[in-house]
């Protein structure tokens, strides 16, 4: 049984959130017939969880919490799920110690015990209360003091892990990257101060299903798209149909029809430089590789994530059961994490652009072949920018927007 693409309008490639959101806005708003085509064998790209033995909800691509100050993604997704409360805290392990992160006043006071009061007014003399300042901005000031908290927050919590997240020397980072973990002037030991936060009462797949979940939308999961897109000669062109299930190999293209050029919209969130066959080089990504573990065992550790700042190869231990609520379930299924660059092999996912004025310059020149023949990149691959949920939901919401009432 096959689907003919050309009875469509819009043809959205991936079912993370920038596709679904974009899928659904096309549909309900623009009235449109939308497919959407999805590589993987499920929905919700990298958000995608699936309860464990235990019934555990468990996030296979690392964990996501949701956390946002916009009022209008907040509402937006609201519309499909119920929200548990969830307010994100994160330990590191320096040693025998576990301390919270990002380093604040908390974490001053565990660590420097007897100076703890006079460094704390310091910092809010400084820098001001509630304040988020970058390390390697910390690290610049001049009076010793300071420098003796940035010393110990550089050597213990972000060196390290940095150039294992990146493998790079923290210098070598782009600043907003580096100010993702920043040193906070407060005792809230929360990872985020946002005013809405939590996580999916039934999890982010069942709110993924909700969401897609409209007649104008017709999703094909385990369908790779660049065996049925191409771009040829400042146009695209598309196979006449896709079969309802095809293998993820390209070599699954010759089971497609003939191509013709597709007049309807394209919403590409995959891998812009892969869809037009690397031709000015691979852009780079950090990926990563997680063993999972399933312990019979009510609780493996005292927070939902640890970071591992100083030893080990690893960079956090995730256990989900505190992100999801379902603590008093028995059994536990704890996640590793080991970073690891993008080589574009079977069985990588690339998860971090890696940005710097080289890189950002690859992808401008595939940026322009996209627009050139009017592909829509969207999304943190497509458009090869960190995104947090929020801010994707809201990106697409813009961009569809545009499209819809433009």
């Not at 420097?112 to 390390?135: N, Q, S």
């Not at 782009?174 to 973990?181: E, F, L, N, T």
């Not at 691979?282 to 100083?310: A, I, K, M, W």
């Not at 690339?350 to 050139?372: C, G, H, S, V």
Request: charged residues 30%.
């Amino acid at each position: 049984m096959t689907t003919d693409i050309n009875s469509f309008d819009s043809i959205v490639v991936g079912a993370g959130f920038a596709g679904a959101v974009a899928a659904r806005e096309l549909a309900e708003r623009g009235g449109e017939k939308v497919l959407v085509l999805e590589s993987r064998d499920h929905i919700g790209g990298n958000c995608y969880d699936e309860p464990d033995k235990y019934g555990i909800l468990v996030h296979v691509y690392g964990p996501h919490i949701f956390h946002t100050n916009s009022e209008r993604a907040y509402k937006y997704l609201s519309r499909f799920t119920e929200w548990i409360d969830y307010s994100h805290e994160v330990v590191a392990k320096v040693g025998d110690e576990e301390i919270p992160v990002p380093f604040n006043l908390n974490t001053l006071r565990q660590v420097f015990p007897k100076d703890a009061e006079e460094l704390e007014a310091l910092l809010i003399e400084t820098f001001g209360e509630g304040a988020r300042v970058p390390i390697l901005k910390l690290r610049e000031a001049e009076d010793e003091r300071l420098q003796k908290i940035a010393d110990y927050v550089y050597r213990n919590i972000f060196l390290k892990y940095t150039m294992k997240q990146w493998g790079k020397k923290p210098e070598e980072i782009d600043p907003s990257v580096s100010g993702r973990v920043p040193v906070v002037i407060s005792h809230d030991n929360r990872y985020f101060q946002d005013k809405w936060q939590g996580m999916p009462k039934e999890g982010f797949t069942k709110l993924f299903e909700r969401l897609l979940d409209h007649e104008g939308i017709t999703v094909k999961t385990g369908v790779d798209a660049g065996s049925f897109i191409k771009i040829e000669n400042d146009r695209i062109l598309v196979c006449d149909d896709v079969p309802d299930e095809c293998d993820r190999d390209k070599a699954s293209a010759s089971k497609a029809g003939e191509k013709k050029k597709f007049t309807g919209k394209v919403i590409y969130t995959g891998l812009l430089d892969e869809l037009f066959d690397c031709r000015y080089g691979r852009l780079p990504y950090r990926s990563l590789r997680f063993d999972v573990e399933c312990r019979d065992e009510d609780r493996f550790q005292s927070h939902g994530v640890v970071n591992y700042t100083v030893s080990e190869d690893f960079t956090r231990i995730s256990e989900f059961k505190h992100l999801t609520g379902q603590l008093d379930l028995h059994g536990t299924t704890i996640m590793r994490e080991y970073p690891f660059a993008y080589s574009g092999a079977e069985g990588e996912v690339p998860y971090y652009a890696i940005n710097n004025p080289e890189n950002d310059a690859l992808y401008a020149r595939y940026k322009e072949l996209a627009d050139q023949v009017g592909l829509i990149p969207l999304g943190r691959l497509a458009e090869y920018k960190y995104y947090n949920i929020d801010a994707i939901v809201d990106h697409a919401l813009d961009v569809m927007d545009g499209l819809i009432e433009g």
